[in-house]
């Protein structure tokens, strides 16, 4: 037990408030499973360092802070220090600001036939039978505190579904914005992605936040697809400098889906991105790309999870760090192959560039296999720009800044490349050549 | 062009090069040859500006320039260009985008605008035929997975895109099956002109049957022992190194 008594009193506290907002509004079932999360919650506490999962990022100034839902969604605090996380993009779009459905912002005309795209509190409102098979059915918050306090708290989200066998030609944009309030707000964003047998979509969820405020994201997505579904989700952090972010993604799939997952972290103060994905049925491939981007003092951890549940699956994964100056990142990538899952074949590989001596990366591939006839690898390398490569670049008349810059360019096109939407892949070329800003500052407002 | 001055150069504490001197004008080739350690390529890599090498004595003028007081990529934008004997797999850089980078480095250094990828493209598909590389390798990663013989066309291609005043091979030939020297050779020689002087650093004679070299020096232990006319780079052939022992300075004792 690690949660302060003050601590487990504001949480109680704020949890009655809510209790008194939502009452009347939120089926009973909704009600019982944030009981059921909070009491997780105060259970679990807030992580310490002697715990395995959470050695190596210390939580104390998350849990020094003092949050407060925000009441409104507040759109007239979006300025110009919050700028869009990807510009250019065609796509349905739904927009939350801090934490609130937004529907002046958002854009969700076109959806093909059974296709929607929805707020969360809006369905609990009009249709919450629709929500209850998916809506923290997946044991989400059993161990991950986090994650037991987003589902004791959310307040709004996405609910995206998909009909079977319906192809979406444009991506389908959910968009977090925080903004800077008197006091530092807390949102936690709750998405559900249904998507049905056959279908095939891109999703793209980012987050995006002023680099002058303190405030904190705490988000659970959960996505099922369905067999043979093929879906690409591309989930884009662009948070203030100063901002905290805690993500947890669960993915279940069926059998003989294609899933995609790319995790692009380019800002936040201090990032723990949990990504678990179970593998449920045969036939299944599944790609978790990951790409991040660690400058001054910032902090950014991420814990993947491949579960091979069952016999002739597929897994990819790659996750590259670009590290300067003082920044620290944290890796853990954990293959679990259970016993039925013979003909397993998965690759895990984990790089990381270390831009200055300074920066530091803490790397933990983890195999555990239970089944007898599987492919397995893992690979983790972490170097500094090769002194060959940059001669190389020199002696062809390319300054030693520019070499710099397009031999780390090169180190991230490979996650680049494979985004499967262009904006962002255009939005990342411009990021990655001007490295010495990854996160924004003050440009474009929206 | 080039005027090297009692040139002395250590690596690690260890002395490579003992005071080389050397003088090389416009329209020239030079062959420099040498048994193995005797320092060409430490020449090579000090010229193009390589920081693991020290220069502990001597000057090295460029067009009338301090060229040892030049960053490698001033070196190059200046008109040096040096073909690696070695050259670096880049990957996630394509041939191309590096190309394009490089010649327009050059450009900007001389205040000329830098080109679009139409009127590049137009230069690359003109020198391309110089070597016969194929157009595929353009598009792969720089070096990535060529196979010994192509990365030595590409770097011959990249002296055909950037057009140096003075090229320096080292040791372009190493490792080319007769084909492959007979077309970089060719390449090299369509690069041959008036106001351009190439250096080429080889242990053997075979590919200067192919670009007849105006001088050729030998270097052995740090020095140039003996220069001479092509029959020079003959005599080697025929005799090997061994020839020369009466004016190879015998192996210094290195002091502890």
């Known amino acids: 037990m690690t949660i302060a008594l003050h601590i487990k009193d504001h949480y109680r506290s704020a949890f009655a408030e809510l209790e008194t907002t939502v009452a009347g509004q939120e089926p009973a079932w909704l009600h019982e499973i944030r009981k059921e999360a909070l009491a997780r919650f105060e259970a679990l506490g807030f992580p310490s360092h002697r715990e395995e999962a959470w050695r190596f990022t210390n939580t104390a100034p998350l849990r020094e802070k003092t949050f407060h839902l925000a009441e409104a969604d507040g759109r007239d605090t979006l300025g110009p220090a919050v700028r869009p996380p990807v510009t250019g993009l065609d796509a349905y779009q739904i927009v939350f600001v801090n934490g609130h459905f937004t529907p002046e912002l958002s854009i969700l005309n076109g959806l093909p036939q059974g296709a929607r795209v929805e707020s969360i509190a809006a369905v609990l409102r009009s249709d919450p039978g629709s929500l209850e098979p998916y809506l923290a059915r997946q044991g989400s918050y059993e161990d991950f505190v986090f994650a037991a306090l987003n589902t004791a708290f959310m307040r709004d989200g996405a609910f995206v579904r998909i009909p079977a066998g319906a192809v979406l030609e444009k991506p389908i944009h959910l968009l977090y914005y925080s903004t800077r309030l008197e006091t530092p707000v807390v949102s936690h964003p709750r998405n559900v992605i249904v998507a049905g047998s056959g279908s095939r979509a891109v999703i793209l969820e980012s987050y995006a936040g002023p680099d002058n405020a303190v405030y904190f994201t705490n988000g659970v997505t959960e996505v099922s697809a369905g067999e043979e579904s093929d879906i690409a989700h591309c989930k884009l952090q662009r948070e203030g400098h100063e901002a905290f972010h805690v993500s947890f993604s669960r993915l279940d799939l069926s059998r003989s889906s294609r899933y995609a997952h790319h995790s692009i972290t380019l800002g936040g103060g201090l990032v723990r991105n949990e990504l678990n994905a179970l593998m449920n049925g045969e036939g299944i491939h599944c790609t978790l790309n990951g790409l991040y981007l660690v400058d001054g003092k910032r902090h950014v951890d991420n814990h993947t999870l491949m579960v091979h549940a069952k016999p002739h699956c597929e897994s990819h994964e790659v996750y590259k760090g670009i590290l300067d100056e003082q920044g620290r990142a944290v890796f853990r990538g954990r293959i679990l192959v259970a016993k039925d899952a013979q003909k397993t074949d998965s690759k895990q590989t984990n790089q990381a560039l270390l831009l200055s001596g300074e920066a530091e990366i803490t790397a933990m591939p983890q195999l555990e296999i239970y089944a007898d006839d599987v492919k397995c690898t893992h690979g983790a390398t972490t170097g500094k720009l090769d002194d060959e490569a940059l001669f190389y670049l020199r002696a062809r008349g390319i300054n030693l800044e520019d070499a710099r810059e397009l031999l780390t360019y090169a180190f991230a096109s490979g996650i680049v490349e494979q985004i499967p939407v262009e904006a962002v892949r255009a939005e990342l070329d411009h990021v990655l050549h001007k490295r010495l800003s990854f996160s924004h500052s003050n440009e474009v407002s929206v | ?256």
């Not at chain 2, 090389?24 to 000090?46: C, D, F, R, W, Y």
């Not at chain 2, 077309?183 to 200067?208: C, E, K, S």
């Not at chain 2, 022992?245 to 002091?255: F, G, H, L, R």
């Open chain 2, 1 to 256: 062009m080039l005027e090297i001055k009692n040139l002395q150069v250590s690596v690690e504490g260890k002395k490579i090069l003992k005071g080389i001197d050397l003088k090389v004008n416009a329209g020239e080739v030079h062959a420099i040859m040498g048994p193995n350690g005797s320092g060409k390529s430490t020449l090579a890599q000090v010229l193009a500006g390589n920081e693991a090498f020290e220069v502990t004595e001597g000057e090295v003028w460029f067009e009338g320039k301090n060229l040892l007081e030049m960053e490698p990529d001033v070196r190059a934008c200046e008109g040096l260009f040096m073909a690696f004997q070695y050259p670096v797999e880049i990957p996630g850089v394509t041939n191309t985008y590096f190309l394009k980078a490089a010649l327009n480095s050059k450009r900007k250094y001389h205040g000329l605008p830098e080109l679009d990828a139409i009127d590049f493209l137009d230069i690359v598909r003109e020198k391309v035929k110089l070597v016969e590389l194929d157009d595929s390798l353009l598009k792969r990663s720089v070096n990535e997975g060529f196979s010994g013989g192509e990365k030595k066309r590409n770097e011959i291609f990249q002296m055909a895109v950037l057009d140096p005043k003075l090229a320096i091979l080292d040791e372009t030939d190493s490792g080319l099956d007769v084909d492959a020297l007979r077309i970089v050779a060719g390449g090299v020689n369509q690069l041959r002109n008036p106001n351009r002087a190439i250096v080429v650093i080889t242990h053997y004679q075979r590919i200067l049957n192919y670009l007849e070299p105006d001088f050729v020096h030998i270097l052995a232990q740090g020095k140039i022992v003996k220069s001479g006319g092509s029959d020079l780079a003959h005599e080697v052939e025929a005799k090997g190194y061994d020839w020369l022992k009466d004016v190879i300075p015998a192996e210094e004792t290195v002091e502890v």
